[in-house]
């Protein structure tokens, strides 16, 4: 187990720059998710940390040792590949004996830490199989199980999820959070999705464009996103985003129509180009609020969620209750102003005291 | 889902719809026809069949049936059982050829797969101007392999051999030419370097093809559970590019037994019969010597080892247990 320190870590393939100075300090034994658009460099920082990438400027220690110039080896990191890299030619034990083999381990050793491994990922049965012959979510597992043998300082998981079906992956990710609370190994997770982020992560990483755009646990990310990009990236459905301006102590959206309250920690001046935000769990139905005139309703079940156009605004709900209003009806709306948040016009940097 | 929703209610301003439907078709006999599974396979076997008997079955079947003749050119035979064999049995050239048909494709494909293997790796890390090397590699391919020969024989020549040149005039390392295809051992080496030289390219880009069939994040996975350079070869490369060796094996092993416009362009099977190949020498007793029934025989006494070639490749290339089952990427 190990802290892991990103100091200011750019990369360069050839002339263009993917990374742009990135950091994050990450405590022993936690479990940290990088998240992000696909393309924003993720995946770059995570092998950069594994010694598959080399680093362009900045520094990356673990365990309070510079890593630059140390070979992948010799980093004490484990990796789950998205594709699982398992290889074919050889069955579960073997994936799962093959970096003891090559140390050289003695052969009780071996047999040892696979079974504790297949014991803990239930994979006994699976012992014999090569990795053809396994499912998706097996061959998951098989992956985690190579990695977890090696008592590596440091789990890294690239999109490990993203292959597998949606009900798999709610499982998966049970699992994957379990294993960590069981072994405590810090861990660094990359994924595009925000949910599994949200739902896995002590800390978040959001990443955007080879930027750090936000650090900070799910729910601090979710009340209190720093800028525009984390609050639509955070969330789902995602946050109400309506551009206009500040006007007579509320706001006032571009292409007309009624005004919204300004949080009350807003710390805008008047005339002055912001972003609304406020989340469609937010919003409820009130007689005397703002109209909206529905254009879709989708029922989930659990709650219902309203699309409607409130003036030149086009705005979402999430509501508990059932919605009587058909599409063309019009619904009277009031978000909480308390919760909503406003950002500015230009830099989307967050405007509320808090 | 998201905050943006459609601006209008949407389907207002659509012109109305038509009532047009599918019509019905009603086929003709010879669409019926052409629908008719039966019809289809036969039909399309008949070509095929046809084409394999012609050109396969009948000069296969005449090669046999005449290696138990003695039909010489110009006047038909008659059967004479295993004569041509009993007599082969004690002919020394017939084992000269044997001995060297060996040889040559023993020596020559472990040197083309040695040279080839490693020309494919190296062709397979990030060398500068990767496609320009690849284009040359093939080059020796393309060429026609008569046109090869020739230039072989002109680099083998006793008086002006590149080669004996470079060494005596350039280098100075000899004081007298090589006489590459006047004594029996250097004749049968120059021919063994000529296919060599020949075959690479087919045995490099073949495994080469068979290394990009690896996924890298195998080899990243290697790196990380601690592979050196060599066990990443020897326990990932290997075992994986075993199926497509097997099959490049097989058949560089048929084409170099069966080899014949090489040999036959530069030496001809001399000097005194050394270079002899069982293909060149089978040509050589059927059509120039015109004893077409004992050249047939020796052509036949080839196809035991392309069975036995055969059947190598067929255990070889049963499929491994790994390869069972669905991919993993
Ligand atoms: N080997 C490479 N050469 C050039 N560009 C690369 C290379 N690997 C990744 N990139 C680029 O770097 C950016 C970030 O990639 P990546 O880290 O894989 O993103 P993601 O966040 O989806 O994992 C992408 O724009 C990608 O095209
Ligand atoms: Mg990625």
Redesign the interface.
Known sequence: MATVDIRDVRKNFGSTAILHGVNVDIADGEFVVLVGPSGCGKSTLLRMI???ENISGGEVSIGGRVVNDVP??DRD???V?Q????????TVRDNMA??MK??KAPAEVMENEVKRAARILGLEALLDR????LSGGQ?QRVAMG?AIV?HPQVFLFDEPLSNLDAKLRVQMRAEIKDLHQRLKTTTIYVTHDQIEAMTMADKIVVMHGGHVEQIGAPLELYDRPANVFVAGFIG??????LPGVVQGGAFQPDGGGPAWPLPPDARASEGQRATYGFR?EHLSLLGEGIPVAV??I?PTGSET?V???AGGA???GAFRERITAR??ETIHVMPDPALAHLFHGETGQRLNAA | MSASSPSAPRGQDLPPATNWRRPQINQGWLARLLDSKTFLIIACLTPALGLLMVFLTYPLGLGIWLAFTDTHIGRGGVFVGFENFESLWYDWVFWGAVFYTVFYTTVATVLKFGLGLWLALLLNENVPFKSLLRAIILLPWIVPTVLSAIAFWWMFDAQFSIISYILVDVLGWRDTYIDFLGTPWHARWSLVFANVWRGIPFVAISLLAGLQTISPSLYEAALLDGASSWQRFTRITAPLLMPILAVVLTFSVLFTFTDFQLVYAITRGGPINSTHLMATLAFQRGIPGGQLGEGAAIAVSMIPFLILATLFSYFALARRKWQQGEAND
């Open positions: 594994a010694g598959l992948p080896k990191i484990a990796m590949f594709n699982y890299a398992l290889y074919p030619h050889m093959f970096s090559l140390a090569y990795p053809r012959q061959r190579r090696r789902s459905p995602a946050m109400n985003l469609p254009t879709l989708e969620q699309s409607g156009r086009s705005v979402t599409v063309g």
